[in-house]
Structures are given as structure tokens and as C-alpha cells.
């Protein structure tokens, strides 16, 4: 398995990157008996085989987080500043090797996994310098004898539950905010996709970052590793990228212990696009919005609104612009679309297009997996006619599917677009600056892309609404999710 595991990764300038095991107190461990299958989704390749981990190294985890939180939390911000800021330059220095691993578990473009590793080290710088700025206040007291304080404290250890869509990125975006307010941090990333979690971990022991700080536990036991996580009372906080119903779940397992509780679930984005559009731009921002990562986002679109005086128009514009999206491994030069997850992925875009096309949506564009290429790699593909009750437009689709429905009129729009459970993200493309604003403020969406498809950034608060979750990441709004108020009143001063 050595030798196979190297020859893999040979390509790597540092190949000490890629570890097997969890990592927790600082140290990379085997754990229990067992190993579980890591494999390339591009060509079924197997990758790595890596220690299982269950709910006893969960607990190690969290007793080492726990160990370590006194003193990191002890640290002054800009200490605490000075070890973020190593960790995010040892990403940048290993960016190259960082998204070769990314690729090779996850299959996006190699492009776009490096764009990731960037995307999720600007986390890091990000709440390396917002540390130094967790300011609290003194608010004016009804006697003069008092004075008000409040503080802003570390909330404790924290606990997550990361996905295989983003394996670097929804991992950081956590992991930056939990540090720099001086908490300490266990993660359990996904099964598919534990390499690049632990090239994190290397990295965060090369950066000086105290052992029991940030511990990765690794292992395909989610339920079990998932209880201990949500329930163990040394756990302050808790945060979760996934599905709405699994969030339900974990949500459930923490009201147990009363934690706070952050949770970015699922979306059903809208994509409008009005007859004063600047067209061409629409295009190009639908097909960022819509063919990044395969279609495998959280924030991806799933509906596509388009108002009938320009209809035909966009839609040929869509046409041209989509047919030659090049499909390929991620590692191919020139790949803009790679393959997805896995079998059931495929399985699960298959049959909501085929329930589509048989209740009368019609097929423009792909529709079909690229069986020269391999049994993941899912075509580009346009459907029309697709109307609300159609499932497709009821769930999230997470693959390269784009369906198109036109409207007449702003509301029907907005009413169109907030028909769904969810509001995680939206998009919309319009020149009239009064529209602009009356439709932003109808969408019932956390994020709003007005003439821009890609809209994640350290600097914004990312989350939704309704059943897309809890709290915000990114931003000086993320960092209070891993912070607790203290009200001191100071008495006796006259």
C-alpha cells in the first residue's frame, strides 16, 4: 500500500503532506484496527487507505481540546495572530501541493482546487487579523457609583462536521474563526475526502500551533463520532456544513448540552434573470454560479428564472457558451468540468432529469454521463420547461443539470424563487437600480448575488435562512459565533 500511495502522490513536491491517520494532541495516530478506502473519483484509482477512527479517538480529541484551551485561549490576540498567520503562509507555500491532493480525492479541476486552497487560507489570514480587533464595550450605567464592561470571551472547544464538496475550504472557514478567538478545534471531515483535512493538520504542526489545538478525526463511523461531538459536555460549540436533514439531526443531539450551535445547510439557489439584463454577463455569471465544482455547492443554482421578452436570446447565449465546457479529469490541462463524487451522485442527478423529461420538461443540452470518460463524469446539461412541482425544482440537485423556466412579472419572479424551504443563496441580473433594491429586500435568501455569480468571501458573512441554517462564517459577524458575552458590573466606584 506504500508503494501505491507514493506512486499516487509522486507528483507532490512534499510528499510528507499525506497522512493515514487522525490527528490529535499533535500527534498522527492509527487509532483502532481498520482502515477504510480513499479513492479518486476520475478513474476509481484507489488513493490511500486510512485508519479508521470511532468514538473513542472523538473523545481523545476532545479531552486533548479541552487540555489545550486554557492556555491557547490564554495567549494574547496577537500571539495567537502570529501562529495564524504562519499557517496561512505555509498554504500559500504549498498551494500547488495542497490542490493536487484536493483534485485527486475530490475530482475537481486542479484550477479550481487551487483557487479553493486560496479561497480558504484568506479565512485564515482573515481571522488572524480580526483576532486582534475582538473588542468588547463600556455602555453607560444607571448609577454613578457603576461601571457596565462587557467582554468578549472564547467560547471553548469546538466541534465540526465538515463536507467532501469543499474538503480545505469549509474546514478553515471553521477552523480560522475558532482559533483566533482563542477556542480549540475537532474536526471530522468527510470519509470521502480525509487527505486534505490532514495535510491541514501537518501544516498546523509545522506552523507552531500547540498540540490539542486543531485535531482531526478521521473515520467512516459518522454516527458514532457524531454523537460524541454534538453531546460530550466539553463541547461549547458546534458547526456543520451539509444537508438539511441531517443538520436536523445533529441539531436535535445538541439541544442535550444546550450548545451553540452554528449550522450552513442546503439551498435550492435562484438564478432571475430580468429583460433589462446585460445578457452576455448574465451568462457568464450563471455558468460560475452553476458549473463550479460540477455543480456540487451549496450556494450552486437550481433554478433558472428568465423573463420572456428576452427568453430565446439568453437561452442561445446559454447554449453557445455552455456546449463546449470541456469535460475531463481534474488533473487534464484545460479541464473546466471534472467528474462527481460518486455512484450515487450520478444515480441521484439520473433520475430527477429522467422524472423531469417524463413530466414534460424538454432536454437541450447533455442529459447523459460521457461513458468515454468514465461512469462519473455527468454532461453540461440544459433542460427547459421546468415547472415548480417538478422535483427537480424542489431539491437540491448538487451536479451539472441547469433548469430553465420563464416568468412575466417582477413578483411572479420573487414568488417563484422563494417557493422553496430553503434560502441559502440567490442570484439575479437586472440594470434598474429601483428593482435592484425591491427585489433584494424580497428574496428570502442569506446571500444575494446582484450582477455576480461568485459571492464567497473571508470579508462576508456566509449562511442563510429558513431551513438553510443558523449563524454567519466569514466576516467580524463570524467571529462572534465562536465568542461568549460576559456582562461585568463594576459597583461601588462613587
Known sequence: MTNQTNSVFSQLKDSSLVHHSSYIA?????????????HN????????????????????????????FPAWSGLTAAERSAKLMRWYQLMLDHQQDLACILTL??????????????????????????????????????????????????????????????????????????????????VKPAELTPLSALALAELASRAGIPAGVFNVVTGTDAKAIG???????????????????????LLAQCASTVKKVSMELGGNAPFIVFDDADLPAAVQGLLAAKFRNAGQTCVCVNRVFVQRPVYDAFLALLIKATAPLKLASGLEA??????????????????????????????????????????????????????????????????????????????????????????????????????????????????????????????????GVKESGLGREGS??????????????LGGLS
Open 26 to 38: 499533535g500527534q498522527f495516530h492509527s487509532g483502532r484496527s481498520g482502515h477504510f478506502a480513499v
Open 41 to 68: 473519483p476520475a478513474d476509481g484509482a484507489l488513493l490511500a487507505l486510512v485508519a479508521e477512527a470511532g468514538a473513542t479517538e472523538a473523545e481523545q480529541a476532545v479531552t486533548a481540546a479541552a487540555a489545550a
Open 105 to 186: 480525492e475530490q475530482g475537481k479541476p486542479l484550477e479550481e482546487a487551487a483557487g479553493e486552497i486560496g479561497y480558504g487560507a484568506s479565512f485564515v489570514s482573515w481571522f488572524a487579523e480580526e483576532a486582534k480587533r475582538m473588542n468588547g464595550d463600556i455602555i453607560p450605567a444607571a448609577k454613578t457609583s457603576q461601571h457596565i464592561l462587557v467582554l468578549k470571551q472564547a467560547i471553548g472547544v469546538v466541534a465540526a462536521i465538515t463536507p467532501w464538496n469543499f474538503p480545505n475550504a469549509m474546514i478553515l472557514r471553521k477552523a480560522a474563526a475558532a482559533l483566533a478567538a482563542g477556542c480549540t478545534f475537532v
Open 334 to 463: 484545460g479541464c473546466q468540468i471534472g467528474p462527481l463524487i460518486n455512484q450515487a451522485a450520478v444515480d441521484k442527478i439520473t433520475r430527477l432529469l429522467d422524472q423531469a423529461l417524463d413530466q414534460g420538461a424538454e432536454l437541450l443540452l447533455g442529459g447523459a454521463i460521457d461513458a468515454d470518460l468514465g461512469p462519473l463524469f455527468f454532461q453540461p446539461t440544459i433542460v427547459t420547461d421546468v415547472t415548480p412541482g417538478m422535483q427537480i425544482s424542489q431539491t437540491e440537485i448538487f451536479g451539472p443539470v441547469l433548469c430553465i423556466s420563464v416568468f412575466d412579472t417582477e413578483q411572479e419572479a420573487i414568488e417563484l424563487s422563494n417557493n422553496t424551504p430553503t434560502g441559502l443563496a440567490s442570484y439575479f441580473y437586472c440594470r434598474d437600480i429601483g428593482r435592484i433594491f425591491r427585489v433584494a429586500k424580497a428574496l428570502e435568501y442569506g446571500m444575494i448575488g446582484v450582477n455576480e455569480g461568485l459571492i464567497s468571501n473571508a470579508a462576508a458573512p456566509f449562511g
Open 476 to 489: 467580524s459577524y463570524g467571529l462572534d459565533d465562536f465568542t461568549e458575552l460576559k456582562y461585568i458590573c
Open 227 to 249: 454523537q460524541v461531538l454534538t453531546k460530550d459536555s466539553r463541547v461549547a460549540k458546534f458547526s456543520f456544513t451539509g444537508s438539511t436533514p441531517v443538520g436536523k439531526t
